[in-house]
């Protein structure tokens, strides 16, 4: 039933099957390569055929990262945002969905200030336009801020086999839209979290994969151009002006290069690839914990299941449940963490929760006293062992009923 309880063979004192980290390595190729033959041998036929039917491989490319992203759902949650470039996103995604580009300031905007975000002469995300797209498109489909996040990943996967398809044989472009789908997609940090600038990269595949289908002098792959143009621009006007050209040019001398490498070092370099995503999807989706712990040291950043974020998780599930509005003093220490605990939406008064920092008990009242007792007073301390969440009052101070 534990498949994956066979990998605490990699912790010494625990070893029940007397197999060592090497061991354990040469046997996962041996099986991954054997798995490969005669795979290939059974379906490489119909693959090649696929290969070549350019739609339906957008479909199935686009598809692939979401659907093994949702299938973690039960083991690990949809992401709540922690840092201050996810938050200033997230705000900008809220400002486009009001239909402006900045909002008003507001009257105490001393109490809001945040790391990527302007306060006066008007209240805005500092982060390019592009930044917010994907996110405002998932909120304004699904309600969901996230979705318009897989929705990216997806659309990155299948335009990378597109570009790709413009460069090289049909097999090896979708070999290569897989390969992003899985490095991008559901154990990357770019699906499991809230920055919306992974955008310039979607107008970078437009351009690199126009330019070489710009000889059949179709309306459509100008159009394609374009919109790369465009979306790079806004994601990155800077990086847009400055290096893009450049990088469009190294990857198209890459990609006439890779048509040179002989195919069977394509393969081998493939099947390590394989083997390494689907050894760690394998343990995310099956392991448990125990199993999960005992390989951890030999993983990276764990971006699926981040302590930080089921912190901030925890915090913001707890204010929801509040009924009413709330009020979140935030008290931070002189050197804290990296974390950011500041943010809000577009229209902080109409918001729920308002996120404001702690400024003193005298300045705080300002505050309390343009909400005129309309919200629940709280005061957060972050960088507290453990964190405290409580009620608070500027007569009496924070009450003992930490949560």
Not at 6 to 21: K, Q
Not at 144 to 159: D, F, K, M, T
Not at 397 to 402: I, L, Q, V
């Amino acid at each position: 039933m534990y498949l994956f309880h066979i990998f605490r063979s990699l912790v010494p004192l625990r070893n029940p099957i007397g197999f060592g980290a090497s061991d354990l390595l040469e046997l996962g190729l041996a099986l991954t390569a054997l798995t490969a033959i005669f795979g290939y041998a059974f379906i490489g036929g119909w693959l090649r055929n696929f290969a070549q039917r350019t739609a339906p491989c957008m479909v199935a490319v686009f598809v692939l990262p979401i659907a093994l992203r949702l299938a973690l759902l039960p083991r690990a949650s949809a992401p709540v945002a922690e840092t201050a470039k996810e938050f200033s996103s997230l705000l900008l995604a809220d400002t486009l969905l009001h239909g402006r580009i900045a909002n008003p300031p507001h009257a105490l905007s001393e109490f809001f200030e945040a790391p990527l975000v302007e306060q006066r002469p008007v209240y805005r995300s500092t982060l390019p336009m592009g930044d917010g797209f994907l996110l405002a498109l998932g909120l304004s489909i699904f309600r969901n801020s996230w979705a318009g996040i897989l929705l990216g990943v997806g659309a990155l996967s299948a335009l990378s086999y597109w570009m790709l398809r413009g460069w090289m044989a049909a097999e090896w472009a979708l070999v290569g839209g897989v390969a992003v789908a899985c490095a991008f997609g559901p154990l990357c940090g770019w699906a499991n979290g809230y920055w919306g600038g992974f955008v310039v990269a979607l107008g970078g595949c437009m351009i690199v994969g126009a330019l070489p289908r710009l000889r059949k002098r179709k309306a459509g792959t100008a159009a394609v151009l374009g919109l790369g143009i465009v979306l790079g621009f806004l994601a990155s006007p800077s990086a847009f002006c400055l290096f893009v050209p450049v990088l469009v040019l190294a990857t198209m001398l890459g990609l006439k290069m890779l048509n040179r490498i002989r195919a069977d070092l394509f393969c081998v370099i493939v099947i390590l690839c394989a083997a390494h995503f689907v050894f760690w999807y394998g343990m995310h989706a099956f392991a448990d914990r125990a199993a999960l712990m005992s390989v951890s040291a030999y993983a990276g950043k764990n971006f699926v299941d981040d302590p930080e974020r089921r912190l901030h998780g925890v915090v913001e599930a707890e204010l929801n449940r509040q009924p009413g509005q709330q009020l979140v003093f935030v008290r931070r220490d002189a050197w804290h963490g990296p974390g950011e605990w500041i943010h809000n939406g577009a229209d902080i008064d109409a918001s729920k929760v308002a996120w404001a920092r702690d400024l003193g008990p005298e300045t705080d009242r300002k505050l309390i006293d343009y909400y005129a007792g309309g919200r629940k007073l709280w005061l957060l301390e972050p960088d507290a062992i453990p964190l405290r969440l409580r009620t608070y009052s500027v007569t009496s101070g924070p009450s003992e009923n930490a949560r």
